[in-house]
């Protein structure tokens, strides 16, 4: 299967930072997806970018998928945004592949 | 819309114990697939279903079974819990049209003992 390696595995900011999140995978996908878990678990989908690049408010996203990598970018954080951030990709749309996730932390 | 729904929410089964978790969603997606989540790791694959009647293996589909007799049901069957089954589950469905963005259930929490 695609493997999927996210970095940094661990971020602490400080409220008012941006940050970047990587996601690199293995194989060419046709399926990119970010969800964010928050610390109730709940996981919340933000963005469908198999390529090219999308904005929803503070956060954006960009994947390049000739060279199989995908960032994640979060702008002026707050608290509301800490949790873990997984990236999830497939081939044929049915047998996603998730990272281990980056947990971000949003201290006030 | 509920969107996607799990019951139940927490849950306690002896080794050897069978249950089935419940998955539901009102949007009518074709797509439907149950995950597990393990403390620090991301989730895994169990199963999934493209449609009604058609059910395949994921990552990791041992000690489960699945069905899919209508587009709004996707349960899923613990024959015989073992404690490597405990566990986070989470239950998703996706449209197969424009946009394959998934929605996931609140989880099941599983504990096996």
């Known amino acids: 299967g695609i493997q999927v390696e996210q970095s940094p595995p661990d971020l602490i900011l400080q409220e008012g930072a941006n940050s970047t999140l990587r996601c690199n995978f293995s194989?060419?996908?046709?399926?990119l997806q970010w969800f964010h878990q928050n610390p109730w678990g709940q996981l919340i989908n933000l963005f469908y970018?198999?390529?090219g690049t999308k904005q929803n408010g503070r956060l954006s996203a960009t994947t390049v998928a000739t060279e199989r990598y995908s960032l994640l970018y979060i702008s002026s954080s707050q608290t509301t945004d800490s949790g873990v951030y997984f990236c999830?990709?497939?081939?044929?749309?049915?047998?996603?592949?998730f990272g281990a996730g980056t947990r971000l932390t949003v201290k006030p | 819309n509920a969107g996607v729904t799990q019951t139940p929410k927490f849950q306690v089964l002896k080794t050897g114990q069978s249950m089935t978790l419940q998955c539901a969603q009102d949007?009518?997606?074709?797509?439907m697939s149950w995950y597990r989540q393990d403390p620090g790791m991301g989730l895994r694959l169990i199963h999934y279903s493209v449609g009604a009647g058609i059910t395949d293996q994921g990552e990791v589909p041992n000690g489960y079974n699945v069905s899919r007799s209508t587009t709004e049901d996707f349960p899923l069957r613990l024959l015989s819990a073992a404690p490597s089954q405990t566990s986070v589950y989470f239950c998703a469905s996706s449209d197969r049209g424009e946009s394959y963005e998934q929605y996931f259930g609140p989880g099941t929490r599983l504990t096996v003992t």
């Open positions: 194989d060419s996908v046709n399926n």
């Open positions: 970018i198999p390529s």
């Open positions: 949007m009518n997606h074709e797509y």
């Open positions: 999830a990709v497939d081939r044929w749309f049915n047998d996603m592949r």
